[in-house]
């Protein structure tokens, strides 16, 4: 009954979110207008948008605006870059992972190319600009913009150092909890932080707030990550929709791994030591891990760590005062704990 009552809970949540996912769904096609489509370039991106995706970057990017009393139509644009800039490091690390599946579909490298997928993605990226500079035409002042594309320049610069970082510990079974968590701050948080801080700067908040979401987005997005790494682990890929052996097919030391190997008995321990050794791991390797990691029975552990980050999300939102948007950047902490894809 309980975890009935909390899917409904989750239901009801992403009602919520679904008007404004609406609303960044109807300016991406401005964004992107139909003339451009005829470049060949846009048919692989168009591919990917039309595959969905659960928007999480852009909804949080509108409340961050609203939280501190912005209007979400001068964030609109911004907020849909966002997503095109979230898309453009899919399309890019699907590469670096030789991941098949993304949004449920083929991913673009496979379907399209490798030459198409790195201009698709490189595309995207300046439409991401475009789509922040775009604030000003909406009512964001000129100097809150270039605040905000000064974060998005350095957030980049922060998400890529963050995979580099990743794979300077690839196949390393020594990694520690903190490495992880340093490496997943960058690649994963970073970008959270800086939709979290460019909302609250295109809205007019003060410094406080601004800290007070960039430190919310930062936690939320270190929480994200380990659940995305529980979820690679526990779920199929159709319900992930999404490749979940690549982690392990790249070696890629996650956070279950980790605590897997301080709780395995031996035998499990020299085997996660033997496939992380191999020069490519199989899906086989992939299937005995994910139960290795299920019986030394780390996933709850796993969990708590990333509920632990949640809180700190909630926290960092307590100088903020309360309103509707509050609320739901409360409420988004859930889901990212909770959801199952
Ligand atoms: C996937 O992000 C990449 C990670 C940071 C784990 P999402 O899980 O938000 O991907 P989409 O946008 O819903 O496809
Ligand atoms: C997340 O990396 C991608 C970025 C932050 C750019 P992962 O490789 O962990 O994410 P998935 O599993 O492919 O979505
Ligand atoms: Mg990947």
Redesign the pocket.
Same mark, same amino acid.
């Given at each position: 009954v309980g975890g009935r009552a909390k899917k409904i809970q989750m239901m009801l949540r992403l009602r919520k979110m679904l008007k404004y996912r609406k609303m960044v769904e109807k300016e991406i096609k401005q964004l992107i207008p139909a003339e451009l489509s005829d470049f060949h370039v846009y048919k692989p991106i168009h591919y990917m948008l039309d595959a969905g995706?659960? #928007?999480? =970057?852009p909804i949080l990017m509108i409340l961050s605006c609203e939280a501190v009393g912005g209007n979400y139509e001068d964030i609109l644009p911004g907020a849909s870059g966002i997503e095109l800039g979230?898309v453009a490091s899919?399309v890019h690390d699907d590469i670096i992972d030789g991941s098949h599946i =993304? =949004?449920g579909v083929v991913s673009i490298h496979e379907k399209f190319g490798v030459h198409d997928a790195i201009l698709s993605g490189d595309l995207l990226i300046f439409h991401t600009f475009l789509g922040l500079a775009k604030t000003s035409e909406r009512g964001a002042s000129a100097d809150r913009v270039v605040d905000a594309i000064k974060v998005l320049a350095k957030s980049g610069i922060d998400l890529v150092v963050g995979q580099e970082l990743e794979s300077k510990y690839t196949g390393k079974l020594d990694t520690t909890e903190e490495e992880y968590i340093h490496v997943i701050r960058y690649k994963?948080g970073s970008y959270l932080r800086d939709i979290c801080k460019m909302g609250a700067i295109i809205g007019g908040g003060n410094e406080k707030a601004v800290n007070a979401l960039a430190e919310y987005g930062e936690n939320l997005g270190i929480a #994200?990550?380990i659940k995305?790494d529980i979820l690679s682990l526990t779920k199929s890929e159709k319900e992930i929709m999404k490749t979940p052996e690549s982690d392990i097919k790249q070696k890629t030391v996650t956070l279950p791994i980790i605590y897997a190997l301080n709780n395995a008995d031996a035998d499990d321990s020299k085997e996660i030591k033997r496939i992380f050794s191999t020069e490519m791991p199989t899906r086989e390797d992939f299937l005995r891990i994910a139960i290795i990691v299920k019986n030394a029975g780390v996933i709850p552990k796993t969990e708590k760590t990333a509920r632990s980050y949640a809180e700190k999300a909630e926290k960092s939102l307590n100088i903020i005062p309360s309103s509707p948007s509050k609320k739901l950047l409360l409420e988004f902490v859930d889901f990212v704990v909770e959801r199952t894809y």
């Open positions: 995706g659960k #928007f999480v =970057r979230h899919l =993304r =949004r994963t #994200f990550q995305d």
